[in-house]
């Protein structure tokens, strides 16, 4: 089955102590993006990656760092969480520049207390 | 830079009746627009997109979508509301010229009352 897989789900850390999320898809898609969702904003961009090794900062970068080692895997990594990073991330792919549209993993609910 | 209003967080309808999600962008580009569907604790899925060519979009479960230009604007309808609508749903634009940046609308919930 073609799909975006994150983990974990949830996630409930203490602030400071570095986190990463995983994101894999099996669907050889180039581009990747992470998203946050936050009441009455929608998804914000993260990052956002156009092949291995190629990435680029979205709307809201500060505090997040990705990599893109393989195409199938784009990680999202929190050195230092803080308490304004509580939100749900989805990880996304797409075939090309999304204009075919994405495919959304099923999100994680990360709280930073 | 591209934005995405969409008029009204939270809309309300019957069972049966028409459904209508409003979606106005701006973008320096001809865009290409999307709409996305989230049922709860559930990531994102795609409803229906335009890209080029016929303005009125069909989409899964229904759905449709007019991109009218000269409003600026790329309205969701469904002619007749089913309690399984119930769900949150996403306008997004694409601008080409910006990398791959998608950018959504803050959202519209969709109740559908019995």
């Known amino acids: 089955e073609a799909q975006v897989t994150q983990n974990p789900r949830y996630l409930i850390t203490v602030t400071g102590k570095k986190l990463t999320v995983t994101c894999s898809q099996n669907?050889?898609?180039?581009?990747m993006s992470w998203y946050r969702q936050d009441p009455g904003l929608g998804l914000r961009q993260i990052y956002y990656?156009?092949?291995?090794?190629?990435?680029d900062k979205g709307d809201v970068p500060e505090g997040y760092k990705v990599s893109r080692k393989e195409k199938r895997n784009f990680p999202l990594i929190l050195e230092s969480p803080s308490p304004n990073q509580t939100s749900l991330y989805f990880c996304?792919?797409?075939?090309?520049?999304?204009?075919?549209?994405?495919?959304f993993g099923s999100g994680t609910r990360l709280t930073v207390v | 830079a591209q934005s995405v209003t969409q008029l009204g967080s939270h809309v309300s309808v019957s069972e049966g009746a028409l459904v209508l999600l409003r979606c106005n962008y701006s973008?320096?580009?001809?865009?290409?627009l999307f709409w996305y569907v989230q049922y709860p604790n559930q990531g994102l899925q795609l409803l229906l997109k335009?890209?080029?060519?016929?303005?009125l979009v069909k989409g899964i479960n229904g759905f449709e979508a007019e991109f009218k230009k000269s409003e600026t604007s790329f309205h969701l309808t469904k002619p007749s509301a089913h309690m399984s609508d119930a769900a949150e749903y996403f306008c997004?634009?694409?601008?080409?010229?910006?990398?791959?940046?998608?950018?959504f609308g803050g959202g519209t919930r969709l109740m559908v009352k019995p």
């Open positions: 990656s156009m092949n291995v090794e190629v990435t």
């Open positions: 996304a792919s797409s075939l090309d520049r999304g204009n075919y549209g994405y495919t």
């Open positions: 973008s320096s580009v001809p865009p290409y």
């Open positions: 335009y890209t080029t060519g016929a303005t």
């Open positions: 669907m050889n898609h180039e581009y």
């Open positions: 997004a634009v694409s601008d080409l010229g910006a990398g791959n940046m998608l950018t």
